[in-house]
Structures are given as structure tokens and as C-alpha cells.
């Protein structure tokens, strides 16, 4: 095994947020299409050239950017952790809260590259095999765990997981379209949605207490 230099994977590190920062304020003030590598390098005050010793094209930094945004990587530690102890419940709510949090958070820059990101083909591929595959995966493995121990019923963990990241996207594009008022009290927004995400409307029962 190759032994790491950890302060070479420092500097890395820290040109590559270097790198990341600048692009999220390039790509903020002039959008993803009209943004040049040379645009990303002059704000973050290095040559043009640099930028691929880190990334290998804008589509590669912009796919950076949605995936630091994002905050997955740190959210799906979160849930396979939680998983352990919480119920079904207790972790859809903690996820539909952290993804709202996570969107009033970078609205204003969400705004400016999720449209890119949906219509354009290369990082649509990118998007889908870089973040929504691995962690539909690892969500389908989440809830495979609550269906082996019968906390989950008979319901099939790919739909449950499809079903929720269409619900993130939907609340997403709700946003984008003007739509605030989701955003305005997230606790409330997201033990609804967990309520009618695992019960649906119950139109025939009583209203349950809270």
C-alpha cells in the first residue's frame, strides 16, 4: 500500500475548496453556461491551468460544487448511524429536515446551477451516477435493515427510496418555481411529510392526536 503525505493531501485539499469557492461565486453571478474555466481561476487568483491539475473540466467542478452543496456524503453518514436506533419515522423526518435546511441554506446558488444541472445531458450523467446512485443504494440498504427486522411492513425498499428523493426533488423545484412557504417552518413541513409519506391522507380515520 502507497503510504499518503499528509501534508501534500492538505494543499490539495485546500486548493480545491480554493477552487470550489471561486466556481460557486462564478457560477452564481453568470450561471453555469456562461462561466469559463478562465472566470473560476481569476477569482480564486490562480492560472487557468492549475484548475486541471484538480479537476478535469468545468463539468467536473460544477459536479464538485452541487456535491459539496449538497452535503450528502455527511448526511448519509449521518443516516446509516442513525438507522441503528431511530425508527422509520425518526429518520425520514431527520432527512426531510436536513434537506431542507440544507436548501434554504444554498437557495440562492441552488437557483443558479440546478436548472443547468437537469437540462444539461453531461451532468445529468454525472449527477446520477456520482450522487443519486450511490445513495439510492445506500438508502435501499437502509431500509432493507428496517424491513429484515419488521419495522417496515411489506413495502419494497426501491420504492420507498425513489418515493422520497422524489419528494426532495419535487420540494426542490417548488422552491426554484417561488414557492417558499416549505422553507419557512421546516419542523412543521417535514413531520407532515413523514406523516403522509408512511400513512398517507388516512381520508377513512379519524385524525390522530399529535
Known sequence: MTATDPIKDAVTQARQRQILEAAVTVFAEKGYHRATIRDIARTAGIAD?????????KQDVMMNVVLQMAEVSSLMEDVLQAAQTMTPAQLLAMVFQNRLRTLRKNLPLTRAIFPQVVTDSE????FFEELLLPNM?????????????????GADPKMIVRGLFSVIFGTIMMALLGDTFILDDTDAFSEQMT?????????????REQ
Request: avoid cysteine.
Open 137 to 153: 443504494e445506500k438508502g435501499e440498504a437502509v431500509f432493507q435493515a428496517y424491513r429484515d427486522r419488521h419495522q417496515l411492513g
Open 123 to 126: 451532468l445529468q450523467q454525472m
Open 49 to 57: 491551468g492549475t484548475i486541471y491539475n484538480y479537476f478535469k473540466n
Open 195 to 207: 406523516d403522509i409519506f408512511l400513512h398517507g391522507l388516512n381520508l377513512d380515520q379519524p385524525e
